[in-house]
């Protein structure tokens, strides 16, 4: 076996033929960071338990002179590993101490060791340098160790007694730590922060272990889906709805935990796929005709910009829904294109008038907009149309106060109240409940 000293130095390119090495000597796969105190019986039963192929000592100045002495001990139970030494600046400043441990995460990296195959031993040290070890891995998924004892000095309150130690070991914190972590996934899906969302989905699918990590591999790319939806892009958000759905379902019956929470969302996004099929099917048939499904959509876009306080965005929505209840309105009863209208489509009354005004110079087909769809509708019979008319000073009212947004043609702010109205003036003339959910993640 090629020998290495701790003062030897190694590069990144070396490190991981360093650990090659080990492993054709049948050695363990295994690194261990470990904090050096004053004390190193502790450190040496440690090593000597675990039996890594390579060894961070963080330590500081004064405890590093006592890393000789370990090894020698080591060497005489037959114990050898690699290893580099972290020189803790400032053993009692907890900021210093949390850098140089980040140092020892580096060149564990660097050795190309899985951190499953990682230890981190922070029994030995000043308390700053213990807690900046903590905090600096707990969220690596590194498995974790303490050496205690079975008899201690100071009447049970001091350190462990030479020759009774026992090195007590346990999973990673992060286990632990996720329930944290889902409950703000799901704090930023319901709010639709979808791209704060999927980065914490991501992050939970590399720390946990399978299958558990599958299911958030799945609800990352569910999330990237339903921000796709979220900017109208139907046809790549139906491509990665689908991909996490079948996902999801396939990693269910292999989850122990949160199986209702994950199974409410997996159909929800069912609904939601169906949703999005038939709609995408109905744009093929043809692209010109808005039917009920965009306007579902769009208003339920629209109410989740109001959710998020972004009135203006929500009532540039609306607006936009008002002009499409129109426009279905006189597609599916009337037939009539209001992008392109025939002459003899019109009543007669409106005929003549309608060519004058809205006759568009280079198509030269007739195109209307909303308040000319609106009142061709009423004339039409519609009782839509009629609705309309009956309401329109409410309308005009709220349209003042909206021309001021700046996002019309002032530079003041659209109130809740304005999103309010113009919400509750739609919802009279169509039926709002048909409009899409997301589903939520129970966690909160």
């Known amino acids: 076996m090629a020998t290495y000293t701790g003062d030897q ?14 492993i054709k000597e049948q050695r363990l796969s295994k690194a261990l960071i470990l904090s050096l105190g004053g004390s190193t019986d502790p450190i040496v039963a440690s090593i000597a338990s675990h039996k890594p192929s390579f060894v961070v000592f963080y330590a500081s100045h004064k405890s590093s002179a006592n890393i000789g002495t370990i090894i020698d001990e080591l060497k005489g139970r037959s114990v ?63 498995r974790f160790s303490y050496v205690g004892g079975t008899q201690r000095t100071k009447e049970g309150l001091g350190i462990a007694v030479s020759g009774n130690e026992v090195v007590l070991t346990s999973a990673s914190p992060w286990q ?62 139906r491509l990665l709805l689908s991909r996490a759905h079948g996902g999801l379902t396939n990693v269910l019956p292999f989850v122990s935990s949160d199986k209702g929470i994950l199974k409410d969302f997996e159909e929800g996004m069912g609904r939601n796929l169906r949703f999005l099929d038939k709609m995408i099917t109905g ?18 876009n629209a109410r989740r910009r109001g959710d998020e306080g972004r009135y203006d965005d929500g009532v540039a929505r609306l607006y936009r829904a008002l002009e499409l209840v129109a426009q279905i309105e006189l597609s599916t009863k009337y037939q009539i294109n209001a992008g392109s209208v025939e002459p003899e489509q019109l009543p007669e009354i409106l005929r003549d ?8 110079d280079h198509s030269g087909k007739i195109q209307l907009g909303l308040t000319a769809s609106y009142r061709l509708l009423r004339e039409l019979g519609s009782v839509i149309g009629t609705k309309f008319s009956e309401n329109e000073k409410r309308l005009l009212d709220i349209q003042s106060n909206r021309n ?34 997301f589903p939520r993640l129970n966690w909160e």
Not at 85 to 110: G, M, Q
Not at 182 to 205: G, P, T
Not at 213 to 227: I, K, M, P, Q, S
Not at 421 to 426: E, G, H, I, P, V
């Open 353 to 360: 008038e309608y060519r004058r005004l809205y006759t568009n």
């Open 176 to 237: 632990v730590m996720q329930v944290e972590e889902k409950r703000r996934l799901a704090v930023n899906f319901n709010a639709h922060q979808f791209r704060a969302a999927e980065e914490i989905a991501r992050a939970l699918s590399k720390n946990l272990p399978p299958p558990h990590n599958e299911v958030f591999v799945h609800l990352a790319e569910a999330v990237g889906g339903y921000h796709a939806w979220d900017l109208f892009k139907h046809n790549e958000a």
């Open 404 to 437: 001021h947004s700046i996002l019309a043609h002032g530079l003041a702010a659209v109130s809740k109240e304005v999103y309010e109205k113009l919400y509750a003036f739609l919802g009279e003339l169509w039926d709002i409940k048909q409009s899409i959910e």
């Open 9 to 22: 130095q190694f590069t990144a390119a070396s490190l991981p033929l360093l650990y090659s090495e080990c």
């Open 80 to 142: 050898t590993f690699d290893h580099r030494v972290i020189i803790v600046t400032n053993e009692n400043d907890l900021v210093e101490c949390y850098e140089d441990a980040l140092k020892s995460i580096e060149h564990v990296r660097d050795l190309g060791v899985e951190a499953k195959d990682v230890t981190v031993d922070y029994t030995g040290g000043t308390k700053n340098m213990t807690a900046a070890l903590v905090l600096a891995t707990v969220n690596k998924q590194f």
């Open 283 to 300: 744009e093929k048939k043809n692209a010109q005709i808005p039917t009920f499904n965009h306007l579902s959509d769009l208003m339920a």
